[in-house]
């Protein structure tokens, strides 16, 4: 058999390694972009497939000879017909030449890998530590004028568990669906129509249901409800599918389709949200690297692709629509902040002395206010107290991040201490939502059993994590928290209803260690109580004295005095 030659095999080599390649590139997706690592990964896979695919081919040069040496030893020795090997043995200074041409490929992976990792060392805060903080803007608020209280109806108490259990269940119920699409993970949180919604995408159930169904698309999507626990699957109608997913194959599916359009964007995982008529859109967001060749991740924009059409546009940071919600990924921001917590005095001292360094605490939440989503994360510093020194809260759709300085037990402290109100139930406290109540910071978390099911919510106080108000309401865990407030002696303000009468009746109870007066009054079936923690002078109350009560209406019929006065 005739043996290739140089030329050839170097020809041959490149169109298999092309072959290779186009199939890399097509599965990976990395982006054409100097700032992105997988770009400098893939071009290290191709050469090591050149040099393979090179070297193989020229084992076909190659002859294996059998001889007998003087020893009558069997000696086995290759030789080629290859004319670039001539005379190479005998020619100390080709056979060096041939050696560092034969492994090129190799010096050139190795220089391609060099670059990543120098890269990655030169673009570390130890060299830029004054820019990493510069990644984000962190005004200082103001809780109790930011942080508006918020009606019930606008809770999202809700968690992603908890909603896909609803999903998972609601999807089963529809037997014309149930055989051919599943449910995505995703569950996304946004802002619909002022209410506080998850939203997730419909997937195909394997290859031979795709097969049968993409020339329709994904039928629809599903929606929960995050106050009310509606869910609903939300159908496309006819010839209206969504046919660009993460469950399409080849190029509909939404990862390759903006790779091809967008081929030197680094992109964001997209997620999928609905604008305000409930049509469905993939927002993309694109990454940028700030700082050096790859450090400093931020977002440019988004590219916004229409699930139905594939539709796609690219906005600026000015340009996007207010109903997007998802452009700035939560584990961005929060490594954004902790930057901008621990490089605020150098690098060094990020390490060595730690003053003033401060980080997120293990975990974060969202909640919907002014048609915005905000992720909020407590702010802790770098000692391990179990404490928070503030919080955080930043604009998902625009980065615009306020800190709040409200020292105060950190989130796992105040779920712990929720469960311990309730430990006879063995309920589990969900990560809580910071609100405010009444103008107190206040944690606010669902408490759900065994079955993942919520049975009771609960309050806790930031401040005095010890102060908690549970109820299977959430009237009525407002009603025992304010109540528990009042034993506590932290003053609630809110509206009030003002009363007088004559004391008919005193009846007192300790609780947690404070002192409770239950007061009736002539003519009135209902008692009104008041801790001694509040108002010391109550416990001079006797029966027989005209005062005026001013009070809170709760649930259970008893009235929680906020403050009094003795009548003459």
Same mark, same amino acid.
């Given at each position: 058999m005739k043996k290739m030659g140089k030329n050839t095999r170097i020809i041959v080599s490149l169109i298999l390694t092309a072959v290779v390649g186009i199939l890399d590139f097509y599965?990976?997706?990395?982006?054409?972009?100097?700032?992105?690592?997988?770009?400098?990964?893939?071009?290290?896979?191709?050469?090591?497939?050149?040099?393979?695919?090179?070297?193989?081919?020229? @084992?076909?040069?190659?002859?294996?000879?059998?001889?007998?040496?003087?020893?009558?030893?069997?000696?086995?020795?290759? %030789?080629?017909?290859?004319?670039?090997? +001539?005379?190479?043995?005998?020619?100390?200074?080709?056979?060096?030449?041939?050696?560092?041409?034969?492994?090129?490929?190799?010096?050139?992976?190795?220089?391609?890998?060099?670059?990543?990792?120098?890269?990655?060392?030169?673009?570390?805060?130890?060299?830029?530590?004054?820019?990493?903080?510069?990644?984000?803007?962190?005004?200082?608020?103001?809780?109790?004028?930011?942080?508006?209280?918020?009606?019930?109806?606008?809770?999202?108490?809700?968690?992603?568990?908890?909603?896909? *259990?609803?999903?998972?269940?609601? =999807?089963?119920?529809?037997?014309?669906?149930?055989?051919?699409?599943?449910?995505a993970t995703d569950y996304t949180q946004i802002n619909y129509k002022g209410r506080p919604v998850r939203v997730t995408p419909l997937l195909y159930g394997d290859f031979f249901k795709?097969?049968?169904?993409?020339?329709?698309?994904?039928?629809?999507?599903?929606?929960?409800?995050?106050?009310?626990?509606?869910? !609903?699957?939300?159908? =496309?109608?006819?010839?209206?599918?969504?046919?660009?997913?993460?469950?399409?194959?080849?190029?509909?599916?939404?990862?390759?389709?903006?790779?091809?359009?967008?081929?030197?964007?680094?992109?964001?995982?997209?997620? @999928?949200?609905?604008?305000?008529?409930?049509?469905?859109?993939?927002?993309?967001?694109?990454?940028?690297?700030?700082?050096?060749?790859?450090g400093g991740a931020d977002i440019e924009g988004i590219v916004m692709v229409d699930a139905v059409t594939g539709e796609h546009a690219y906005y600026a940071p000015e340009e996007i629509?207010?109903?997007?919600?998802?452009?700035?990924?939560?584990?961005?921001?929060?490594?954004?902040?902790?930057?901008?917590?621990?490089?605020?005095?150098?690098?060094?001292?990020?390490?060595?002395?730690? *003053?003033?360094?401060? @980080?997120?605490?293990?975990?974060?939440?969202?909640?919907?206010?002014? /048609?915005?989503?905000?992720?909020?994360?407590?702010?802790?510093?770098?000692?391990?107290?179990?404490?928070?020194?503030?919080?955080?809260?930043?604009? !998902?759709?625009?980065?615009?991040?306020?800190?709040?300085?409200?020292?105060?037990?950190?989130?796992?402290?105040?779920?712990?201490?929720?469960?311990?109100?309730?430990?006879?139930?063995?309920?589990?406290?969900?990560?809580?939502?910071?609100?405010?109540?009444?103008?107190?910071?206040?944690?606010?978390?669902?408490?759900?059993?065994?079955?993942?099911?919520?049975?009771?919510?609960?309050?806790?106080?930031?401040? !005095?994590?010890?102060?908690?108000?549970?109820?299977?309401?959430?009237?009525?865990?407002? /009603?025992?928290?304010?109540?528990?407030?009042?034993?506590?002696?932290?003053?609630?303000?809110?509206?009030? +209803?003002?009363?007088?009468?004559?004391?008919?009746?005193?009846?007192?109870?300790?609780?947690?260690?404070?002192?409770?007066?239950?007061?009736?009054?002539?003519?009135?079936?209902?008692?009104?109580?008041?801790?001694?923690?509040? /108002?010391? *002078?109550?416990?001079?109350?006797?029966?027989?004295?005209?005062? %005026?009560?001013?009070?809170? /209406?709760?649930?259970?019929?008893?009235?929680?005095?906020?403050?009094?006065?003795? @009548?003459?």
């Amino acid at each position: 058999m005739k043996k290739m030659g140089k030329n050839t095999r170097i020809i041959v080599s490149l169109i298999l390694t092309a072959v290779v390649g186009i199939l890399d590139f097509y599965f990976t997706l990395p982006a054409l972009n100097i700032h992105s690592t997988d770009l400098y990964f893939f071009l290290i896979t191709i050469v090591i497939v050149y040099f393979a695919i090179y070297t193989l081919l020229g @084992m076909s040069n190659m002859n294996v000879k059998r001889t007998v040496d003087e020893n009558g030893r069997i000696v086995f020795t290759t %030789e080629t017909d290859d004319d670039e090997y +001539t005379n190479v043995e005998q020619d100390p200074y080709l056979a060096k030449k041939k050696k560092n041409e034969q492994r090129l490929p190799l010096y050139i992976a190795g220089a391609l890998f060099a670059i990543v990792v120098l890269g990655t060392l030169i673009s570390s805060p130890i060299f830029y530590a004054d820019s990493y903080t510069k990644l984000i803007d962190i005004e200082t608020g103001d809780f109790e004028e930011d942080i508006y209280e918020i009606s019930f109806d606008q809770i999202p108490w809700l968690d992603r568990a908890s909603a896909q *259990r609803l999903g998972d269940r609601k =999807m089963g119920e529809l037997a014309d669906m149930v055989s051919q699409f599943e449910v995505a993970t995703d569950y996304t949180q946004i802002n619909y129509k002022g209410r506080p919604v998850r939203v997730t995408p419909l997937l195909y159930g394997d290859f031979f249901k795709w097969f049968n169904n993409f020339g329709e698309g994904l039928p629809g999507y599903i929606t929960v409800d995050m106050v009310t626990q509606e869910t !609903q699957v939300v159908r =496309m109608g006819e010839g209206n599918g969504i046919k660009y997913s993460q469950s399409e194959l080849f190029f509909r599916n939404i990862d390759r389709y903006i790779r091809f359009n967008y081929p030197t964007y680094i992109f964001e995982r997209p997620v @999928m949200e609905i604008d305000e008529s409930g049509h469905p859109y993939w927002i993309c967001p694109q990454v940028v690297k700030r700082i050096s060749l790859f450090g400093g991740a931020d977002i440019e924009g988004i590219v916004m692709v229409d699930a139905v059409t594939g539709e796609h546009a690219y906005y600026a940071p000015e340009e996007i629509p207010e109903w997007v919600d998802n452009v700035y990924r939560a584990e961005l921001l929060i490594q954004q902040y902790d930057y901008y917590g621990a490089y605020g005095s150098g690098f060094l001292n990020s390490i060595f002395g730690q *003053r003033g360094v401060t @980080m997120t605490t293990d975990g974060y939440n969202y909640l919907a206010m002014n /048609d915005d989503v905000y992720m909020y994360t407590g702010i802790t510093s770098v000692g391990d107290d179990e404490s928070n020194v503030g919080f955080v809260w930043i604009n !998902q759709r625009t980065k615009d991040s306020k800190y709040y300085q409200i020292a105060g037990a950190h989130e796992y402290s105040a779920m712990k201490s929720a469960e311990g109100a309730l430990q006879h139930l063995n309920y589990v406290a969900t990560f809580p939502l910071l609100l405010n109540i009444h103008g107190e910071p206040t944690y606010f978390m669902a408490m759900k059993d065994y079955s993942n099911l919520v049975k009771q919510y609960a309050m806790v106080n930031v401040q !005095q994590y010890t102060t908690v108000g549970t109820g299977t309401t959430l009237k009525q865990c407002e /009603d025992d928290y304010i109540s528990m407030l009042n034993s506590s002696g932290i003053s609630v303000p809110s509206e009030e +209803t003002k009363l007088i009468g004559t004391v008919e009746d005193i009846r007192i109870a300790v609780i947690d260690g404070n002192s409770h007066y239950y007061l009736k009054l002539s003519g009135d079936s209902v008692y009104y109580v008041m801790s001694a923690g509040l /108002d010391p *002078r109550v416990v001079l109350i006797n029966v027989g004295d005209r005062v %005026e009560l001013s009070y809170l /209406d709760t649930e259970t019929g008893i009235k929680i005095v906020q403050s009094f006065e003795w @009548m003459t």
